[in-house]
């Protein structure tokens, strides 16, 4: 890699440090951010992956990693490595909103807006992440208009893995509920956003709670998902009307 005047000696500098330090993981995450910036992603995910082998608990460097992944293209292998980053500290609020824009990228709205209202939450003063839930709860609303299809649940059942998933698949009837239920969901955290910031992200935590808690109890004894959906459904409902 060519580099000219400030650039090159600031990566001469970090060089060095290496040099002097090389078991110390924050020079390799250094300079992984340095060849990040000059937009050298290969060169960053390398520097990544060794401060990662010397520091496997290093949130930051998985973090900036999945920024490398992001600049790339590669959203899947950047959400991972932001789930590294969050498994290691839940609340890493910019690793929370860069994986939100992974997340549009890859096409999930509601997982993009699930983040950006956790990053918002941890950090109400951050217009980015403020900004990108706006955006994303605007767009949500107008695709939610357009829906029309019936009888199709609100994933992808062709990649489908989660047995909860795989039996509303099966299941007319509850495929109909979970478009419903998203539908739904989707109308009444636009409306809130609208009036309340405070109140969207509250609803988008119950959301979340129930999907979290339908995907944990499906199949254990006593626990009807029929029921369970059909509830929920009418919660929002009646939400909606108010």
């Known amino acids: 890699m060519r580099l000219t005047g400030k650039t090159e000696a600031a990566f001469e500098a970090l ?14 995450a250094s300079r992984g951010n340095a060849f990040n910036n000059a937009g050298k992603y290969d060169r960053a995910i390398d520097d990544y992956n060794e401060a990662l082998r010397l520091k496997p608990d290093h949130a930051q460097a998985f973090s900036d ?6 600049f790339k293209g590669e959203y899947q ?23 939100g824009s992974a997340w549009v990228r890859k096409g999930d709205r509601v997982g993009a807006l699930r983040d950006y209202a956790e990053a918002v939450r941890l950090n109400p003063s951050d217009k980015t992440a403020a900004t990108n839930h706006h955006e994303i709860a605007l767009e949500i609303e107008r695709l939610g208009a357009l829906t029309s299809q019936k009888n199709l649940s609100s994933f992808n059942c062709a990649t489908a893995k989660r047995r909860v998933e795989k039996a509303i698949c099966a299941d007319p ?12 969901f989707l109308k009444v955290v636009a409306n809130a956003e609208s009036d309340s910031h405070r109140a969207a992200l509250a609803l988008t935590r119950q959301q979340r709670d129930f999907i979290d808690k339908r995907n944990a109890s499906f199949g254990r004894p006593g626990y009807d998902l029929g029921k369970a959906m059909a509830e929920r459904l009418d ?5 909606a009307r108010q």
Not at 65 to 70: S, T
Not at 77 to 97: G, V, W
């Open 15 to 28: 060089n060095q440090a290496i040099r002097l330090e090389p078991d110390n993981a924050n020079g390799y």
């Open 65 to 70: 990693r999945g920024a490398a992944w992001y």
């Open 77 to 99: 292998k950047a959400i991972a490595d932001y789930d590294a980053a969050l498994k290691l500290d839940p609340k890493f609020q910019r690793a929370l909103n860069n994986r």
């Open 173 to 184: 009837g509850l495929a109909q509920l979970d478009r419903n239920i998203h539908d739904v």
């Open 235 to 239: 919660k929002l409902e009646t939400i």
